[in-house]
């Protein structure tokens, strides 16, 4: 159980375009979903916390107009890189939680390079 | 502010028994996570502390020290899949607002 699925597991784009990430949590309903993001050689940093139904929680310097998430349901939120630049190219892993435990499942990730 | 600090790199033999440290200040703590990461890969759970103490789960084991901030995973009888990337991760946040901070992260080379 507590399976997490993301799509797509890599992207490759073009700088000025957007790309839209997807994740779901498989067997479980997840309040809380998270993005994090982790460069090269480097640990996870927290991006945003989404809770269905309401805007997303972002941390501090995460540009919220240039990274948009989405949580419509209890086992989907999408994260959309818009504008994307090389410097947005990074693992970007997301995690769900079910209900009120103090845990977290994460997916596989998503490589995205932008040339 | 959220600061989790722990060793960048760490090599030790195969068969040999590593500790990774984690020292953390952070503003509200509910538990402390380990994970293991290889390259390209997401995390996976290694173990949950909420109390002061030792947490055994065969080769591997964590503590915790909530008054010193203070948290090491011990890994014995190393083999050479233990080569990865240790992460610890705090849960801070209000029980409907859990978030997880994560440390710095450890490269960890076990050599044969």
């Known amino acids: 159980g507590a399976v997490v699925s993301q799509h797509p597991s890599w992207v490759i784009c073009k700088s000025g375009t957007s790309v839209k990430i997807e994740c779901r949590s498989l067997d479980f309903q997840a309040t809380t979903m998270f993005w994090y993001r982790q460069f090269p050689k480097q640990s996870l940093m927290l991006m945003a916390t989404?809770?269905?139904?309401?805007?997303?929680?972002?941390e501090q310097g995460v540009e919220k107009d240039k990274f948009l998430i989405n949580h419509a349901s209890l086992t989907l939120s999408t994260l959309t890189v818009t504008s994307a630049h090389p410097e947005d190219s990074s693992f970007y892993i997301c995690?769900?939680?079910?209900?009120?435990?103090?845990?977290?499942?994460f997916g596989p990730g998503t490589r995205l390079t932008v040339l | 502010g959220q600061n989790i600090d722990q060793p960048t790199e760490m090599t030790a033999t195969e068969g040999a028994i590593v500790q990774i440290n984690c020292t953390y200040q952070?503003?509200?703590?509910?538990?402390l996570f380990w994970y293991q990461q290889h390259a390209g890969e997401a995390p996976t759970f290694l173990s949950y502390n909420v109390l002061d103490g030792l947490e055994e789960k065969g080769r591997f084991s964590s503590f915790l020290s909530r008054s010193k901030g203070y948290s090491y995973l011990l890994l014995k009888e190393l083999q050479m899949k233990d080569s990865a990337s240790y992460l610890c991760a705090v849960s801070v946040g209000g029980s409907g607002t859990y978030k997880y901070i994560f440390g710095t992260g450890t490269r960890l080379k076990v050599l044969a």
């Open positions: 952070t503003s509200g703590f509910n538990g």
């Open positions: 989404s809770n269905e139904g309401s805007k997303a929680t972002y």
């Open positions: 995690s769900a939680r079910p209900g009120l435990a103090d845990t977290q499942y």
